[in-house]
């Protein structure tokens, strides 16, 4: 049938509008195959763009064409930026820009920095691969209006992406992920943006190292008083040296690193999927833990924004869940400070009960921590249950797996020194306000069947359910606390319903509560066969 000439023109137009030679290369070799009678279909894949830009920026796989991750794409990416950040009077201010070690990291952030300066920004630039957290605590401390960080976090390795924090005067909460409508607004002016190969990319650029400044503010004074061994692993990332120095600082020099994934590698030959919650993906760190001996074991993600903590058990050594790490860490950090803590519809409800223990306010928002960071005024620490937590939001606002190491590591040191462990504090805590199971489904569907299981339950809810909807997008089901002599669903139980953001997913988020009790193993068996059946109950629901 020959080559769709919409697709033959549409080829053409980029490669010609490519400054990259490399990505020229390769659009023209698929685009050759196809005008010879080869298959057109990952020509089309490549044109079937552009990425679309959300609240977290860009985020697709490296390649040539609009729908990849490539210079020509990052140059009117950053053109957009820039022209967004003019219209909002910033012109002229600082802008810093980071990145990963992934591919093409490199490449794109000194295309962003390059574009930013010809433009007529200050534009600082960190020194290497850098830590995204190290992103968001410069923009803060420089006083900067906006930051970009090249790196796709916990992606695969064929992946990168581009993230927007905006600074104070231009975003809403200076040193914060952007959210909308900026995202639309920065979208629609990236649309605007000329071809990559006009956009100039020479500005001059300086170099900003504060790494030291960074390690003081997530260090402070090194008090720890006990000895705590820790086997660390960065998952192949770039935020190992930066843990390290971070918990020697502390008083935690003991540290034992998985030394196949020490250093940064792109293509994370270790492990299926780079990220901390995946299982086997810290079969290594745990296996070091029990060799060396470790008190606490700790999984920072690609770009060390998310943490993972492993404890030993009588029956060995296991990960703690993000909602327990979460309650954990908040829980400790209220210890020494009242203020307001944060999670999300889809995390853990006990956080709450914690933080009115203590006689501090909570609040719940919508998942993310661009709404996290937002909850209102005075907010010490905030979470969710992917594993992130913002320990500092004074210094950065959003996420820190190193941070947030520190602080574990200071609460295992501080239990260890009364002969405790983490798992004690977390029976103490399960005691006073109950024994809280939460559990993630995620079922791949296509968009429209995704949409349709959604309108179903929100229409319809299921008998003994009531449905509210925290936002458009998001459906939360609750099943009141009921007498104990009905069914053992009956108990109280919460799920929320949601689409993926990234992926052709639906999702739903499970939480059984039982009732605060001195017999907590009977507890945790009572709630382990509810959330059984309530995970039964509610795959059949969607379908």
Not at 142 to 171: C, F
Not at 214 to 225: F, I, K, S
Not at 285 to 307: K, M, T
Not at 474 to 489: D, H, I, S, T, W
Request: aromatic share 4%; hydrophobic share 45%; charged share 20%.
């Amino acid at each position: 049938m020959g080559l769709d000439p919409a697709l033959r023109d549409a080829a053409m137009r980029w490669i010609a509008d490519d400054p990259d030679p490399a990505t020229r290369a390769e659009l023209q070799e698929l685009l050759v195959d196809a005008m010879a009678g080869g298959d057109s279909a990952p020509l089309a894949e490549a044109l079937s763009g552009p990425l679309r830009f959300g609240t977290a920026g860009l985020r697709g796989p490296v390649r040539a064409g609009p729908a990849g991750m490539n210079v020509a794409v990052v140059r009117r990416a950053t053109a957009g930026l820039a022209a967004w950040l003019v219209a909002h009077g910033a012109l002229g201010r600082t802008v810093v820009v980071g990145r990963d070690a992934r591919h093409g990291s490199a490449a794109f952030a000194r295309e962003a920095a390059g574009v930013l300066a010809a433009a007529g920004f200050t534009v600082h630039v960190l020194p290497g691969p850098t830590p995204t957290p190290l992103l968001a605590f410069a923009v803060q401390r420089r006083g900067a209006a906006a930051g970009v960080q090249i790196t796709a976090s916990h992606n695969p390795p064929q992946d990168n992406g581009y993230k927007v924090y905006l600074g104070e005067g231009v975003g809403d909460a200076a040193g914060a992920q952007l959210v909308s409508p900026a995202d639309a607004e920065i979208e629609a002016a990236i649309g605007a943006a000329p071809a990559a190969v006009a956009i100039p990319a020479d500005g001059p650029t300086t170099v900003d190292d504060v790494g030291e400044e960074y390690l003081d503010r997530v260090a402070g004074p090194g008090t720890a008083t006990t000895a705590l061994r820790i086997a660390l692993t960065p998952m192949h990332g770039v935020g190992g040296a930066t843990a390290v120095h971070a918990l020697a600082r502390s008083g935690f020099a003991d540290v034992h690193v998985v030394p196949e994934q020490a250093a940064p590698d792109p293509d994370f030959p270790t492990v299926d999927f780079p990220n901390p919650e995946e299982p086997g993906a810290t079969d290594l760190l745990l296996a070091l833990a029990e060799r060396e001996g470790a008190d606490l074991a700790v999984a920072l993600d690609p770009d060390a924004d998310r943490c993972a903590l492993g404890v030993p058990t009588p029956a060995g050594w296991r990960m703690l869940t993000g909602d327990e790490t979460g309650v954990l860490l908040g829980d400790h950090l209220l210890r020494r400070r009242t203020g307001l803590v944060a999670t999300t519809v889809v995390s853990s409800s006990m956080l709450a009960k914690v933080a009115a223990a203590h006689g501090a306010p909570a609040a719940e928002t919508l998942t993310g921590f661009k709404w996290i960071v937002r909850a209102g005024p005075g907010l010490v620490y905030g979470y969710e249950e992917a594993l992130g937590y913002c320990v500092d939001p004074e210094a950065v606002r959003d996420k820190d797996g190193i941070a947030a190491a520190v602080v574990a590591a200071d609460l295992a040191a501080r239990l260890k020194a009364t002969g405790q462990t983490l798992l004690d504090r977390l029976d103490e805590l399960s005691r006073a306000h109950g024994v809280h199971r939460t559990v993630g489904i995620s079922l791949r569907m296509a968009p429209q069947e995704r949409d349709a299981v959604m309108a179903r339950l929100a229409g319809s809810p299921p008998a003994g359910w009531a449905a509210d909807r925290p936002a458009p997008d998001v459906l939360r089901l609750r099943r009141p606390e009921a007498g104990r002599a009905e069914a053992a669903l009956g108990a109280a139980a919460r799920v929320v319903v949601r689409p993926s953001g990234t992926e052709p997913k639906l999702k739903a988020y499970l939480e059984v509560v039982e009732p605060p009790t001195a017999d907590l193993d009977a507890a945790r068996a009572r709630a382990d066969e509810r959330m059984a059946a309530l995970r039964e109950e509610i795959t059949a629901l969607i379908g």
